[in-house]
């Protein structure tokens, strides 16, 4: 019997023993957790929402009982080790969650001193294979370091949805991917190089290197050493991730001509840029050659891929043509949606979200949002046509342009004049045709 098998099994024991007295007792919350991905993200979807229906039904409270005592939870620090081993490791792709973490946190430290130059990031390369950050914040003093950066889950963010980040452990990414980095911060008209490490007996700690004085602007300046065999795939994850990134907010790239980071062009998008199509190379519009993929959202610059098996649709939304409209969306991998920072719960990786009740209803609600949006532009192309044909040869540029499944969304919304425009081709009654006369001339020579 599986986890998620043993948390169904033993929430419905649970309610058996206590129905009669009309108090539900719950103790699930650590079997919960332990579930892996998916079973646990079914669980919070499709088990607890059971138990909401039951409680509104029956009128059931489900409080905790007064007749137990409760402790709350702590690591002792003997074993904090492992605790912390799980927290740096916690990553499926290390060096994009380097890529992804550094620059978050450089970025928010430019938030928070108002900082008006952009970061600069030094891409690795063959000849100089690291991989470099370099923000203009306040940088830290040696109290700082050895205070709060020190510490895991430690975090100055978590009363704000300015920042990126909030985890407090995305500074240790990088150890996730080496056993090392080094961390220099520009502090108090003094530079302090620092090597932050994870020793034989796996305890991560930090050293000072050496401390001067120095006239450069205050900040921090992260550097990753990067396997020669990885750099190209450094260099394609930086590309990827800094797409998304506004002409204003990108980074000052060193070592580079500018060519590394190349933004697709779109095929449709809101007024609001709040959502939008993106022109792929691996989407065609031939049904034969589709793959299956998952829409993204953007959140905080960072775009984040939606599992449409984690969102109960069905849940939140009765139309079935809007259902069939949200599925369509959800399979685009195309598709981008952007929500506010600290819209939606992220999984402690930040490579993923975390799928609970509140953050279904976001991503519905504003998926919602952009059907409505996505059928009046359909209109609005078509509205400056000349003529009928002129309206059909521009339908027929539009769908063509797209993927095979992005076209279900779009089937009902094409209209020219209150006339609906669902095909390229004309379609005339029969009787048109009784009088047609062929012929046929060929050309001799003389």
């Keep these: 019997m599986n986890l998620a098998d043993q948390f169904r099994r033993r929430r419905s024991a649970a309610i058996a023993d206590r129905i009669d007295g009309a108090e539900i007792i719950f103790f699930a919350v650590w079997m919960l957790n332990q579930l892996p991905s998916d079973e646990r993200h079914a669980a919070r979807g499709i088990d607890l929402l059971a138990l909401d229906n039951l409680e509104r039904l029956l009128g059931i409270p489900f409080v905790q009982s007064h007749d137990f005592d409760s402790v709350n939870c702590t690591i002792d620090a003997e074993d904090m080790r ?72 430690k975090s100055t963010k978590r009363q704000s949805n300015n920042y990126i980040g909030a985890f407090g452990i995305g500074k240790f990414a990088p150890l996730s991917y080496g056993d090392n980095f080094t961390c220099v911060s520009y502090h108090g008209g003094t530079r302090t190089s620092y ?70 062009d779109r095929i449709i998008e809101s007024k609001s840029n709040s959502w939008f199509f993106l ?35 069905e849940n939140f939304v009765e139309s079935s043509s809007k259902k069939d409209i949200i599925y369509n969306l959800l399979d685009q991998t195309n598709f981008y949606l952007r929500l506010p920072l600290g819209a939606v719960k992220l999984h402690h990786s930040r490579e993923s979200l975390e799928y609970n009740k509140a953050t279904q209803q976001k991503i519905i609600g504003a998926m919602l949002k952009a059907c409505d949006e996505v059928q009046e532009i359909a209109k609005q192309k078509l509205a ?13 540029r539009i769908v ?25 081709v004309f379609h005339r009654e029969h009787k048109m045709y009784e009088d047609l006369i062929l012929t046929q001339t060929r050309r001799e020579n003389d």
């Design 195 to 264: 090597n932050v490490f994870v020793n034989d007996d796996d305890d991560t700690k930090i050293v000072q290197l050496d401390e001067k004085p120095s006239s450069e602007p205050t900040g921090l300046c992260i550097e990753v050493a990067v396997s020669d065999s990885d750099v190209d795939d450094f260099r394609k994850i930086i590309a990827n991730f800094f797409e998304f990134f506004s002409d204003k907010e990108m980074p000052k790239f060193i070592g580079d001509d500018g060519s590394l980071v190349k933004k697709r």
């Design 400 to 424: 063509n342009s797209m993927p095979y499944n992005m076209r279900q969304i779009f089937q009902n919304a094409f209209e020219w004049n209150g006339i609906k425009v669902d095909s390229a």
């Design 384 to 396: 400056d046509s000349d003529d009928l044909f002129d309206a059909k040869s521009n339908y027929a």
């Design 82 to 153: 492992y605790v912390a081993s799980l927290l740096r490791n916690n990553y499926s792709n290390t060096r994009l969650a380097v890529v992804r973490e550094i620059t978050a946190n450089a970025l928010d430290a430019n938030i928070e001193a108002n900082s008006k130059r952009s970061i600069e990031v030094s891409t690795p390369s063959k000849l100089s294979p690291i991989f470099r950050v370099r923000d203009f914040g306040g940088g830290l003093s040696k109290e700082d370091v050895f205070g709060l950066y020190s510490k895991y889950g």
């Design 279 to 313: 022109k792929d190379a691996d989407s065609s519009s031939s049904y034969y050659s589709r793959r299956t993929h998952n829409a993204h959202i953007i959140m905080g610059r960072v775009a984040y891929p939606l599992d449409k098996n984690s969102i109960q649709v």
